[in-house]
């Protein structure tokens, strides 16, 4: 797949291993675009949405394959207060500012170097970029190993004190080519608080335990749990899930796919999960695979708690000048036998 974006070429890099996982990502935001991986029966698909072409990424409003930042999620009133300074942010969310603004790093084309076993890309994100303080170089390294491990692994080092939250937006639907919903996918976090939203999806500051909830994922439940949910929560976020989770001990994170047999493993250095239960996807527009719809796909963002600038509970996403800032997720995709 080859196309232009604003009239500038992008391109697209594709990683393979012995196994024939494949995955594609374009110099656009580094945005993930396919990946393939076997089934039980050994039958190679995609399963992560992507656009047919490239030039559909120009209007991405969700985020499709996205890497999100300055930061990621929402920031409440489009402004924060940093070492005594207020910083007027882009609002693109109501009045809220929302993973990164109208310009984040998913609207860039980074430069690109290919390295041993993946590729690496970088971009310089100027002082005032979307209202962020400082003048801050951010790497992102995408690496694929024969134990179909994909790695992320994020870098970044700023000039001045700011806000940094770095993940990636990718939708994940491992029937492979989009040939069903992701209700009946069984997911596990290790996690035992998730944060109340308010109304405008932003965190109240309340930590909730998931105990008896429909948020309680630690022994694995399918994600359908929370679309008939009657909590209010769930109800908030368009039946489904749009919450961030707080990983405790191993902060593991499994998907599976029962009919397919495929599982998908997360393990990160973060302190959170988002999951976003592919809610807001509104029908009919062409992917890679069919034809968009709500609970297509669903995301697992890896990251620092969303408007944690407003609660000072929560651990914090800043950068401290010259503070180097690194963070690594890896993802392993494998195969159960049925049952």
Aim: glycine residues 12%; negative net charge.
């Amino acid at each position: 797949m080859a196309g232009k974006i604003n009239g500038t070429n992008i391109k697209e890099f594709t990683l393979r291993n012995k196994n024939g996982m494949e995955v594609s990502f374009l110099d656009y935001g580094c945005i993930i675009t396919k990946i393939i991986v076997p089934d039980r029966e050994g039958h190679l698909e995609n399963v992560v949405l992507g656009y047919e072409n490239i030039d559909q990424y120009a209007d991405n409003p969700w985020y499709l394959g996205a890497v999100i930042g300055r930061f990621a999620g929402r920031i409440s009133g489009g402004s924060f207060e940093l070492d005594g300074q207020t910083y007027a942010l882009e609002q693109n969310d109501g009045n809220n500012h929302l993973h990164g603004g109208k310009t984040g790093f998913d609207k860039a084309i980074w430069q690109s170097e290919c390295i041993a076993g993946g590729v690496r890309f970088t971009y310089e994100s100027p002082d005032g970029d979307g209202g962020y303080p400082g003048n801050v170089k951010v790497a992102v390294t995408y690496t694929l190993n024969d134990e179909n491990e994909f790695a992320i692994q994020y870098e970044a080092v700023s000039d001045a004190p700011t806000l940094l939250n770095m993940t990636n937006h990718t939708y994940f639907n491992l029937s492979g080519g989009l040939k069903w919903d992701i209700t009946d996918h069984v997911l596990q976090i290790d996690s035992d608080q998730y944060a109340e939203l308010n109304d405008q999806l932003l965190p109240t500051g309340t930590l909730q335990p998931v105990e008896g909830t429909s948020f309680d994922f630690r022994r694995g439940q399918p994600i359908q749990t929370g679309v008939e949910s009657d909590d209010p929560q769930n109800k908030l976020a368009g039946e489904g899930y749009d919450h961030p989770f707080v990983l405790s001990g191993n902060g593991d994170i499994t998907l599976s796919d029962e009919p397919s047999g495929r599982v998908l493993s997360i393990k990160t250095d973060q302190n959170c999960v988002v999951l976003y239960a592919g809610t807001q996807i509104t029908e009919g527009v062409p992917l890679n695979g069919g034809e968009s719809y709500k609970y297509a796909g669903l995301c697992l963002e890896t990251q620092g708690l969303p408007d944690s600038i407003h609660h000072p509970q929560f651990p914090q996403s800043t950068l401290t000048k010259d503070e180097r800032y690194v963070s690594r997720t890896v993802y392993r995709f494998s195969t159960r036998k049925g049952e």
